[in-house]
């Protein structure tokens, strides 16, 4: 290895010091010194090999050092002191000039085209992208809200979900307590069309409990909801709708029976029919409801048998709504509905006549912010009226909202706020006014764990003149899915609820189970 050799600083531009000089003899008769001089310094700037030339750099004493990387053929010959002379010179300033561009950080000017290269372009090893960015990458699977293929059934594609969980409950109203232990099955099913145009989407769901110990009664549920959407010219869209829902009423229901066994068994059946049509700036929809609703006889704790014929009822309800793009994320609307209820007995067993009309209106906003943000709040005024005169009009103003938030990536809050009239079966009272307020926060703990929180509060208020006092319950639960895989989770629940009276002793409900539930 060659050792470290002190020489001049005018080294690297020997080479150019000798063209230089050779220029100069033959222009000496056609141009002053000074301008052969100046043409001498821009031709050692703009040389590539000057450019190619190292910097070199002063050692401790002054001089300066050279690292042995200069270019073959880049050094001139010493044997000329004049042309060294020169070469030294023209160095000098080249030295000069660089080293003042390089500590002042003055860019050079589009003039001196070629004085420095782009980096890349000097590079012979490129830069490249790393290897994880050149490859695709595959999105993030979240087995919490990962759709399951389906079973493929024609053109359908049917989607069936059965938890199987085993339950306790412990219920207390007033001194009686009672508990039970008890298995609920779980049911759900989407069946979803693949059409190129339109839409056909069933939805069912259901309960089924029995008790293997303790007292207590047992609550089915089952409904079955069908939405056909039809895709229309110009921008509109038709739903027809039906559906049926079957339940056995709750004992905290204000219309339940006391003392009863088993309360009455409730059948609903719906029928609907609407149409959605954008008008640029206006979006109008319109359309007309029919519930038909039927008790069965509850059975009292003696063995007698209670017939609640006098409850059964059809109504109806007309709706409609326009609605004003200011954005496509914020609609303001005004909407208005008129609605009619005919019982199948004129009057009940009390001789009351509860049939009767009912009329409503609101204001309100759709906001529509993506993910983050995205539901409608409405506030307006709502009355029922009813055929006995002896029954007062139930009014009130009417708060709706439903809206969704996610603050974080994996946390979703579901906010709700439900105002409506509902009817009674006590004499002389027309019915109480239900405002219903649902909080619900779910959290992915971890990418196969899902944490759940409910919390609501439902006022029941009934007029001054009522011989019912209000009611208020609470009502909060907390549940965890464990995701296994795409077809099986493991789930937990707990909840209780409270239904506070002013007078009357209060009821309790506490609720756990674990389950398994599998989906396809």
Same mark, same amino acid.
Not at 99 to 112: F, H, K, M, N
Not at 298 to 327: F, K, M, P
Not at 393 to 422: E, K, M, N, Y
Not at 446 to 471: A, M, Q
């Given at each position: ?13 020997r080479?150019?010091g ?7 003899a ?11 001089? $100046? ?14 030339a ?7 004493? =002054?001089?300066q ?9 880049a050094?001139?010959?010493?044997? &000329?002191?004049?042309?060294?002379? &020169? ?10 000039a ?17 004085? #420095?290269l ?31 293929? =389906? ?34 099955? &779980? ?21 089924? $409990?029995?008790?293997v ?19 229309l010219?110009?921008e ?14 709750d004992t ?6 006391q ?8 059948q ?6 609407s ?9 109008g929809?319109?359309?007309? &409801? ?10 009292l ?21 326009? =609605? ?6 914020? #609609? ?11 019982y ?23 906001v ?90 439902t ?6 003149d009522s011989?019912?006092s ?6 909060t ?10 077809y099986?989770?493991l ?10 009276r ?10 756990? =189970? ?7």
């Amino acid at each position: 290895m060659g050792h470290w050799r002190h020489t001049s600083s005018l080294t690297p531009l020997r080479a150019a010091g000798v063209a230089v000089s050779v220029v100069l003899a033959g222009l000496e008769l056609m141009a002053p010194v000074s301008a052969l001089a $100046q043409s001498a310094r821009t031709a050692a700037s703009s040389s590539p090999l000057a450019q190619s030339a190292y910097i070199a750099t002063p050692d401790a004493t =002054g001089d300066q050092q050279d690292d042995g990387t200069a270019i073959p053929g880049a050094t001139a010959s010493t044997d &000329d002191p004049a042309n060294a002379n &020169d070469g030294a010179a023209n160095g000098a300033n080249a030295t000069t000039a660089t080293t003042r561009q390089t500590t002042s950080g003055d860019q050079p000017s589009d003039e001196t085209t070629g004085s #420095i290269l782009d980096e890349d372009m000097m590079r012979l090893n490129t830069r490249e992208a790393p290897l994880d960015e050149r490859r695709p990458r595959k999105p993030d699977v979240n087995l919490s809200t990962e759709e399951t293929p =389906g079973i493929r059934v024609g053109t359908f594609v049917l989607r069936p979900t059965v938890t199987q969980s085993i339950n306790t409950e412990t219920q207390k109203d007033g001194d009686v307590k009672q508990t039970r232990a008890f298995l609920e099955t &779980d049911m759900k099913t989407t069946l979803t069309s693949d059409w190129a145009l339109h839409q056909l989407l069933i939805t069912s769901e259901g309960a089924w $409990q029995k008790n293997v110990s303790g007292e207590g009664e047992e609550q089915p549920d089952f409904r079955i909801n069908g939405d056909l959407r039809l895709d229309l010219p110009e921008e509109t869209t038709a739903h027809i709708t039906g559906g049926y829902h079957f339940y056995r009423e709750d004992t905290d229901d204000p219309n339940a029976i006391q003392n009863a066994d088993q309360q009455s068994d409730v059948q609903e059946f719906t029928l609907g029919a609407s149409i959605e049509r954008d008008f640029g700036i206006l979006r109008g929809s319109t359309g007309i &409801d029919f519930t038909r609703t039927i008790y069965s006889d509850a059975t009292l704790s003696d063995g007698t048998v209670v017939s609640l014929s006098d409850r059964d009822q059809t109504s109806g309800t007309l709706r409609g709504r326009i =609605g004003y793009e200011l954005s496509p994320a914020l #609609i303001p609307f005004i909407e208005g509905n008129v609605g009619k209820t005919v019982y199948d007995q004129t009057t009940d067993v009390a001789g009351y006549q509860r049939s009767g009309d009912s009329y409503g209106a609101k204001v309100g906003v759709e906001v529509d912010l993506g993910e983050k943000l995205r539901g409608e709040v409405g506030v307006g005024y709502e009355i029922a009226s009813f055929d006995d005169n002896r029954l007062s009009d139930i009014d009130a103003t009417v708060l709706d909202a439903s809206v969704r938030w996610s603050p974080l990536r994996g946390t979703d809050i579901d906010f709700g706020l439900q105002t409506s009239l509902q009817p009674s079966t006590t004499p002389g009272v027309a019915g109480y006014i239900s405002r219903a307020m649902t909080t619900t926060v779910t959290h992915q703990l971890r990418d196969n764990l899902v944490g759940t929180f409910l919390g609501g509060i439902t006022l029941r208020d009934y007029p001054s003149d009522s011989t019912i006092s209000d009611e208020t319950v609470y009502t909060t639960s907390a549940g965890l899915t464990w995701n296994i895989n795409r077809y099986l989770d493991l789930t937990s629940t707990i909840g209780y609820e409270l239904t506070s009276r002013k007078v009357g002793a209060d009821s309790q409900q506490w609720r756990a =189970g674990v389950g398994l539930k599998l989906k396809r």
